[in-house]
């Protein structure tokens, strides 16, 4: 975690207000926290309860929320105190723990308006965090990155990253930019007291040595991205191949219509599942064929357009059936694609496997289930990219990608300089962007526009 706070910090201290917000979602339940912070939490807090014991930081009192018409008992609560700076936002905060009822809420939230506090904005809390130097940029996008979580490998990443994995690898890689930099400074200040001006073949030396790690952690993005956004694959083939029933086996459930009349899927049916930790949508598609009337030839257009879409493709295939001229044509113009070929129905045919050049292809069965694990594990294969790097620190977010790639940028900039010989003076310039470009990442620098752009995407309450 950091201590320093963020620049910015100013802008937050102008309007030091308490804010409150209800911090659970929407509708009924066992337990509704409403939650407050500022430098009147408590102030503001304790007219509306019944306390046994003062509160303490850290601690948890049981209270009674007081009905401010009759002044009787409404609900019981546990409410939490934390002080600043030692708190998730570095102020003081309260948290009420009520029962769910969002009448009792509603009616706690009003209470606290009235007594001085005002509705925070979505993502304030995490971006007082922020701004107070809790956490940094990072860390504050896996807090969001955290909550929006699929599956649980998704959850694991955006944990590793709010602990700082992506901080703590871009700390050397700045460090020691910065004292590339310092070095040709001081050999520009000094340079009338015979302080050593840095020969060429060392700074470029040790430009390399700043991109090599960079441009490893921009190599982590295309495993990051699919990691937090997912994939779509399609589910391709002519019709009564066994596509639907697949679909439903890889769903786990009966998702898709199955019946043995061939062109029963008309339209696209999708779900998403996860495999592997990663979330993948799968489309179920209308059978590829001349279409008998206009709702298949439709379903059989969108088809298409879900074959050019997607990011993975399924090519299934009757392993009991010989293939097609037109099922060939899929094949040859799937090549160079992610793609798989599934030979369905491996309870009807014999025991052989056919060859597809490039195109691995299992033996399944939607029936008896055979194969259905190896595909799973082959789509896996599919989504891996190779070289990836940790995942507790690869790069999952379009923003992070953006400023590791104008970092290199600028180095390769730099790089060009010296081998021109360009005076450092010119050189300093863009390594001093490439810095700014690492201090965006983790937030040092970055504008109150980027700042209202990416906590507004954050709930109300976080």
């Known amino acids: ?50 306390l046994r014991g003062d509160l303490e930081h850290a601690r948890a009192r049981f209270a009674e929320i007081i009905d401010p018409e009759t002044q009787s008992k409404l609900d019981e609560a546990i409410v939490t105190y934390f002080a600043g700076p030692h708190s998730y936002t570095g102020e003081d905060i309260v948290e009420i723990a009520a029962h769910g009822s969002p009448v009792i809420l509603d009616l706690l939230v009003r209470q606290l308006l009235a007594g001085g506090a005002r509705l925070a904005e979505p993502g304030e809390f995490t971006e007082r965090a922020f701004l107070s130097g809790r956490i940094d940029l990072t860390q504050a996008e896996a807090v969001r990155d955290l909550i929006e979580s699929q599956t649980l490998y998704q959850a694991r990443v955006a944990a590793q990253q709010l602990g700082g994995s992506l901080s703590r690898r871009i700390k050397p890689i700045k460090q020691g930019l910065v004292e590339l930099i310092a070095l040709l400074e001081a050999g520009i200040d000094f340079a009338e007291d015979d302080v050593d001006i840095t020969p ?161 292809a299992i033996r399944t069965s939607a029936l008896t289930g055979e194969g259905i694990s190896e595909l799973r594990s082959a789509i896996l294969d599919l989504v891996r990219v190779s070289g ?26 730099a790089r060009n300089a010296v081998s021109g010989n360009i005076p450092h003076e010119m050189l300093l310039l863009d390594l001093y962007t490439a810095l700014r470009q690492l201090d965006a990442l983790t937030g040092e620098t970055t504008s109150d526009d980027v700042l209202n752009l990416i906590f507004s995407t954050f709930c109300i309450g976080k």
């Open 388 to 413: 990836s790097g940790s995942e507790d620190s690869m790069l999952t977010n379009v923003r992070h990608h953006q400023a590791v790639e104008s970092a290199l940028e600028s180095l390769g900039k």
């Open 200 to 360: 060429d073949a060392q700074v470029i030396v040790r430009i390399g040595a700043i991109a090599a790690p960079l441009t490893e952690l921009a190599r982590t993005f295309e495993q990051g991205r699919i990691v937090h956004s997912g994939l779509a694959l399609a589910i391709i083939g002519s019709p009564n191949v066994g596509k639907s029933s697949l679909f439903n086996r890889l769903v786990e459930r009966e998702r898709a219509i199955v019946t043995a009349m061939p062109g029963t899927t008309r339209d696209l049916v999708t779900e998403k599942v996860a495999i592997g930790g990663i979330p993948i949508e799968l489309v179920d598609t209308a059978g590829l064929r001349e279409a008998a009337d206009e709702a298949e030839s439709i379903g059989i257009q969108k088809s298409r357009e879900a074959l050019a879409d997607a990011d993975l493709v399924l090519i299934v295939l009757d392993a009991s059936a010989p293939v097609h001229p037109e099922e060939e044509d899929l094949i040859k113009a799937a090549i160079g694609r992610r793609v798989l070929i599934a030979d369905n129905k491996a309870d009807l045919a014999d025991s052989r496997s056919r060859d597809y050049d490039s195109i691995r």
């Open 1 to 50: 975690m950091q201590s320093d706070s963020h620049p910015a910090i100013e802008r937050a201290v102008s309007e030091n207000d308490t804010i409150v917000a209800i911090s659970t979602p929407p509708g009924r339940g066992g337990i509704g926290i409403v939650r407050l912070s500022g430098a009147d939490a408590l102030a503001i807090t304790q007219p509306l309860l019944k």
